[in-house]
């Protein structure tokens, strides 16, 4: 019985490139073919992403490694995967696959000590890394914790599991700052038109986000919000008597559903570049979350 080469298994079918393909950039004038289909290259950068692989190791069934990186990092400073993310997501919303009832949580990604090293000043490069996105961080989004360097990468994931928005930061910083600028990254374009889609029917989080501007930025919003008060919070509240106010509502059965967020860091952890941090920018960090991010939204749009 013949079997898949290893290099392939993962690779993109026919019916997922057919959804793929409208949505990736094409050149404004004609000029000369490629000599690498580009599918390929974004086969091989796949590869890269599922094995934590360095570029160099990339196999050359799909081209030489300098292709395949040179599009990898061309795409990220254009903002490019990026914006087939929010694509893609523009379609599932349309198909009706994406339920806003939109948890919040944080993953950690251990650096590997490749991860370290990157220069101080990369906004001093004949050509910034971050480009067209946000700038590199002075940190390298690289912090420093019992167990060594790692990154944190905030997500907002809708009910399938799926990121909205991701937020890529220090792991050494706390959860509770990065809850607004996630829910703030949610854009998903509507298909009439207009104005994209920002705001979440419901939001729901762990204690660490249970801050009092954090709810009162939901309630600016007019954000329903599921959020645990903590012990001490309780205690002040109870302290205070009369004057503490009334406990914010919250319902056990809706909490439930905060599963879809661990199970979608989860999700994207089967991939090892992702699991394992071994970019030494940020940005190119964050667009290897991308990468893996597409494969999620490719899975209903294809299934």
């Not at 959804?19 to 404004?28: A, S, T």
């Not at 997501?89 to 944080?106: I, M």
């Not at 979608?264 to 920018?281: E, P």
Request: proline residues 9%; charged residues 25%; positive net charge.
């Amino acid at each position: 019985m013949p079997t898949v080469p290893a290099a392939g298994r993962h690779d993109l079918a026919d019916h997922e490139w057919c959804v793929l393909e409208p949505l990736l950039p094409r050149g404004k004038k004609p000029g000369r073919p490629r000599k690498y289909a580009l599918r390929q290259l974004i086969d091989g950068i796949r590869w890269r992403t599922r094995t934590g692989s360095p570029w160099r190791d990339v196999p050359a069934c799909y081209g030489p490694w300098q292709s395949v990186y040179g599009l990898f990092r061309r795409w990220q400073r254009d903002g490019t995967w990026r914006t087939v993310v929010t694509a893609l997501q523009a379609l599932a919303d349309a198909a009706g696959h994406v339920t806003w009832d939109v948890p919040v949580d944080s993953g950690t990604a251990r650096a590997h000590q490749h991860a370290a090293g990157a220069r101080k000043d990369p906004d001093a490069q004949t050509e910034p890394p971050g480009a067209a996105g946000a700038p590199e961080p002075a940190d390298h989004a690289l912090g420093r914790s019992r167990g060594g360097l790692t990154s944190k990468f905030h997500l907002a994931c809708e009910q399938g599991r799926k990121p909205l928005a991701i937020v890529v930061t220090a792991g050494h910083r706390h959860d509770s700052p990065q809850f607004r600028p996630v829910l703030q990254a949610i854009r998903v374009p509507r298909p009439g038109g207009g104005r994209p889609r920002t705001r979440p029917d419901r939001v729901l989080a762990g204690k660490a986000y249970g801050s009092r501007a954090n709810r009162a930025y939901l309630r600016r919003r007019g954000i329903r919000c599921t959020i645990p008060d903590k012990a001490d919070q309780i205690a002040n509240r109870k302290r205070k008597g009369r004057s503490g106010g009334r406990p914010p509502a919250f319902d056990r059965e809706a909490y439930k559903q905060r599963h879809a967020v661990e199970c979608g860091i989860n999700q994207l952890k089967r991939n090892r570049a992702v699991a394992t941090r071994y970019d030494k920018l940020a940005v190119r960090y964050e667009a290897t979350l991308h990468i893996a991010a597409i494969g999620e939204w490719l899975r209903p749009l294809t299934s």
